[in-house]
DNA sequence: CGCACATCCTGTGTGC
DNA sequence: TGCACACAGGATGTGC
């Protein structure tokens, strides 16, 4: 679930929390988190590290150290907890019960961040350089940065033969956009998921670039009001339903048109569009 | 190279 | 009501 808003949301709200901070030590609590890398390596290139900056590109957060970097994935369900002190953290932490599922810990000089995910799909890395880590390196144009234009995009499309919902979910080429967010992308432009990425005209194009874009501001807004409150274990984004128009709206009235919103399975996934006002 | 498909997980929703 | 099972999701790896 978390896409780009989402995670620029989380990328915003932690920086006040670790900038500067020292990691004084990593707690890997369930080994699956740092898979198939060792938790002694992660260790060993975290601890003692103080943290630079919290960066952001696609769908990936990373810490940049003093050396190495911390990459962090959430996936479906990972998102990262605050604690003030190791003893509020106990207070919540039952391993054996009902309470706080955590997976790994960065201890800090001050307060302690964790990072959860109850379906383990989610990961914590580490590497020498951002160059070192190939899913970093092989991202395309983060759909969020200036360098994402309507000229870049186009280009982008014009060398892709697959259908436009696929051609979008694929974060080589243009970084950041899930599920939801391509298929709002398209109900917006008014562009049927099924047709060719090549196949587009120019202001078409420029359209759906265009949709992007707002689509995507619009969500981090949502996501920004309220912020994401670590230090509820529960803390989810909130009224994200409420934006979106063809999402997991499967037989729901188009807000355009009024068409019922079709689903129809694109690349092994969910793909929801208006077969009416989409062309 | 590009594409299709399986895989990893587990909470949630559906059907019987 | 209770149980069984399919499904959802993003990235990666395998095979064609």
């Given at each position: 679930m978390p896409e780009l808003p989402e995670v620029e949301a989380v990328a915003r709200t932690l920086r006040p929390l670790v900038e500067r901070r020292k990691i004084r030590c990593v707690h890997v609590i369930h080994a699956i988190a740092t898979k198939p890398q060792s938790s002694s390596y992660v260790r060993r290139i975290a601890?003692?590290?103080?943290?630079q900056s919290v960066q952001r590109r696609g769908k990936y957060l990373w810490l940049q150290l003093t050396q190495g970097i911390v990459t962090l994935h959430f996936k479906l369900d990972g998102r990262l907890l605050w604690f003030p002190s190791a003893k509020e953290m106990a207070e919540v932490e039952n391993p054996h019960g009902s309470g706080v599922h955590l997976d790994v810990v960065f201890e800090l000089d001050k307060g302690l961040l964790g990072f959860a995910d109850r379906r383990h799909f989610g990961r914590v890395h580490v590497w020498a350089s951002e160059a070192a880590c190939p899913a970093l390196a092989g991202l395309?144009?983060?759909?969020?940065?200036?360098?994402?234009t309507a000229a870049r995009f186009a280009e982008l499309l014009e060398g892709s033969k697959r259908p436009l919902k696929e051609f979008l979910l694929d974060q080589k080429r243009v970084a950041g956009i899930g599920n939801i967010y391509s298929c709002e992308s398209l109900w917006h432009g008014r562009l049927?998921?099924?047709?060719?990425?090549?196949?587009?005209?120019s202001a078409e194009a420029h359209r759906l670039h265009k949709a992007i874009v707002s689509v995507l501001a619009r969500a981090l807004e949502c996501c920004l009001h309220?912020?994401?409150?670590?230090?509820?274990?529960?803390w989810w984004f909130q009224g994200l339903e409420d934006i979106l128009?063809?999402?997991?709206?499967?037989g729901k009235p188009c807000r355009r048109c009024g068409e019922p919103i079709r689903r129809i399975a694109q690349g092994g996934r969910s793909t929801y569009f208006c077969a009416y006002c989409q062309k």
């Open positions: 601890e003692g590290q103080r943290i395309g144009l983060d759909a969020m940065s200036r360098d994402f049927d998921p099924r047709r060719r990425a090549d196949s587009l005209k309220p912020p994401p409150d670590f230090r509820d274990p529960e128009r063809a999402y997991d709206r499967e």
